[in-house]
């Protein structure tokens, strides 16, 4: 049988959006997770990720990505590589994984949230990818300084940072609460795939990629260059949700944009 083509069937097979009968707008999307911020249901559905993926090209990549980055590590492992390292990189590898691992978890919380709550069908798709990426971070960056203990004790730092009730551990968990898990789907959009992961863990993992393979730490360099693609991919959900957000925004009338954003005289602010 003659293949289609992905670009024939992709947006077919994705966009599942229609308009509810059975159940009202605000019971199956209800504001505390999933605030359309005034707008209706419609305008989210143009919604469209620049960098499309199916679920069998996913497996693929992942799979990929995982043998690479596993077999490295495995060598390395056996060799002494990480103890002709500089000390302050050692440091620094270690305060990474400390601030970074744990908190990788809990953003699959964020991802799944946006996987039920997103106000479009592709950006449910993307944020469930989104989901199996964040897990696989959780766990790719837990593994790799257990595997360190043997030559470097404070590894476990990795797992036992975030649990301590030290300033930078306070400062963090209460930064990655408020912004994984006490928001709606819209919300944690803009702050952790737009903000966060856009404008900080892209640019971080890119440099700390770059200086991983100066230093001769090709271990991490290959782990951190793996995470970073994935962060690249669902990094476009809140990229495209403010787009999209902004574009509708600016098509409404002057009084409606003043009803929706102020919600009108004595209202409590919605944008």
Same mark, same amino acid.
């Given at each position: 049988? =003659? ?11 994705? $966009?599942? +959006? *229609? ?10 999307? =209800?504001?505390?997770?999933? $605030?359309?911020f005034g707008l209706p249901a419609e305008a989210w559905w143009v919604w469209d990720e620049p ?9 693929? +990549? ?9 077999a490295v590590n495995a060598v390395i492992g056996r060799s002494k590589v990480y103890e002709q390292?500089?000390?302050? *990189? ?42 199996? $990426? ?48 006490? +928001? ?54 809140? +990229?495209?949700r403010s787009s999209s957000w902004w574009s509708t925004a600016a098509r409404m009338s002057p009084?409606? *944009? ?14």
């Open positions: 049988m =003659p293949r289609l083509a992905r670009s024939e069937w992709y947006d077919l097979t994705r $966009d599942m +959006n *229609w308009s509810l009968s059975y159940v009202k707008e605000e019971e199956a999307w =209800p504001a505390e997770l999933s $605030d359309g960098y499309k993926v199916t679920y069998p090209e996913y497996v693929h +990549n992942q799979y990929g990505k995982d043998a690479g980055v596993y390292l500089d000390p302050g *990189w050692k440091s620094a590898i270690i305060a990474h994984y400390g601030v970074i691992a744990i908190p990788e978890y809990l953003a699959s919380l964020a991802e799944s949230r946006m996987g039920r709550f997103g106000r479009a069908a592709a950006w449910r798709n993307m944020a469930t990818f989104g989901t199996l $990426d964040e897990m696989r971070h959780g766990q790719i960056q837990t593994y790799f300084p257990y595997g360190l203990l043997a030559k470097e004790p404070r590894a476990d730092w990795a797992h036992k940072a975030l649990h301590t009730n030290e300033w930078g551990a306070v400062a963090a968990r209460s930064l990655f609460d408020d912004m994984f898990t006490a +928001n709606d789907a819209v919300s944690t959009a803009v702050q952790l795939t737009f903000t966060f992961e856009t404008g900080f863990t892209n640019l971080q993992f890119l440099g700390m990629a770059a200086d991983a393979m100066k230093v001769g730490d090709v271990d991490f360099g290959a782990l951190i260059s793996s995470i970073q693609t994935d962060e690249a991919r669902h990094s476009q959900q809140g +990229n495209r009084s409606n *944009w003043w009803t929706t954003c102020s919600g009108g005289r004595g209202g409590s602010s919605r944008c």
